[in-house]
Antibody, heavy 122, light 112 residues
Framework: EVQLVESGGGLVQPGGSLTLSCAAS????????YNWVRQAPGKGLEWVSY????????YYADSVKGRFTISRDNAKSSLFLQMNSLRDEDTAVYYCARDPPGAVIGVSFDYWGQGTLVTVSS | DVVMTQSPLSLPVTLGQPASISCRSS???????????LNWFQQRPGQSPRRLIYKVSNRDPGVPDRFSGSGSGTDFTLKISRVEAEDVGVYYCMQGTRWPRTFGQGTKVEIK
């Protein structure tokens, strides 16, 4: 069974840092590309970042570029999101979502994790 | 960025009746490989999103056949032939043809 399990969320002050993790199981992690998608409380979905199976290319939404860093560890079947200089507007549930193997432009988001809540507040 | 516009944003429906959600993109979603990367997602209350439809009209495994997707270019539709209680939630369209990937605002489906 495909599983994606996010962790690392919590309460952080504005300007602070946090690292999210997404642990994968039930499939060959290294063959797939991944995304982070967030959802502010009561709001819609916003794509945040993408990393390909080879770790290149990597893309970011303009709203997080320069502050967030996506990475992966194939040996540990894990995806990460390092978040720095956090702002109030980064408060959201963060989901990891898998892309099927294939081109950078293609079918996307076939499996999602359950999400982890990040709250940025003083 | 490609702007995805859904309508309506709220859709009260009677059980057993059909429902239709429109999604329009600000640019054509046809990619150079000839495919159109338009997905539909369902988010039930308190749950993670789940993909229902990919490449306009392809149902994901386990998705009931009462869900269907159609459209081309910039104009797309998700239809539910007969709404059931378990269909309550928010539905999002999303384009994967151009970076950044963008979602529609979401359409909340509720039972009258």
């Amino acid at each position: 069974e495909v599983q994606l399990v996010e962790s690392g969320g919590g309460l952080v002050q504005p300007g602070g840092s946090l690292t999210l993790s997404c642990a994968a199981s039930g499939f060959t992690f290294s063959s797939y590309s991944y995304n982070w998608v967030r959802q502010a409380p009561g709001k819609g979905l916003e794509w945040v970042s993408y990393i390909s199976s080879s770790s290149s290319p990597i893309y970011y939404a303009d709203s997080v570029k320069g502050r967030f860093t996506i990475s992966r560890d194939n040996a540990k079947s894990s995806l990460f999101l390092q978040m720095n200089s956090l702002r109030d507007e980064d408060t959201a549930v963060y989901y990891c979502a898998r892309d099927p193997p294939g081109a950078v432009i293609g079918v996307s988001f076939d499996y999602w994790g359950q999400g982890t809540l990040v709250t940025v507040s003083s | 960025d490609v702007v995805m516009t859904q309508s309506p944003l709220s859709l009260p429906v009677t059980l057993g009746q059909p429902a239709s959600i429109s999604c329009r993109s600000s640019q054509s979603l046809v990619y150079s490989d000839g495919n159109t990367y338009l997905n539909w997602f369902q988010q039930r209350p308190g749950q993670s999103p789940r993909r229902l439809i990919y490449k306009v009209s392809n149902r994901d495994p386990g998705v009931p056949d009462r869900f269907s997707g159609s459209g081309s270019g910039t104009d797309f539709t998700l239809k539910i032939s007969r709404v059931e209680a378990e269909d309550v939630g928010v539905y999002y369209c999303m384009q994967g043809t151009r970076w950044p990937r963008t979602f529609g605002q979401g359409t909340k489906v509720e039972i009258k």
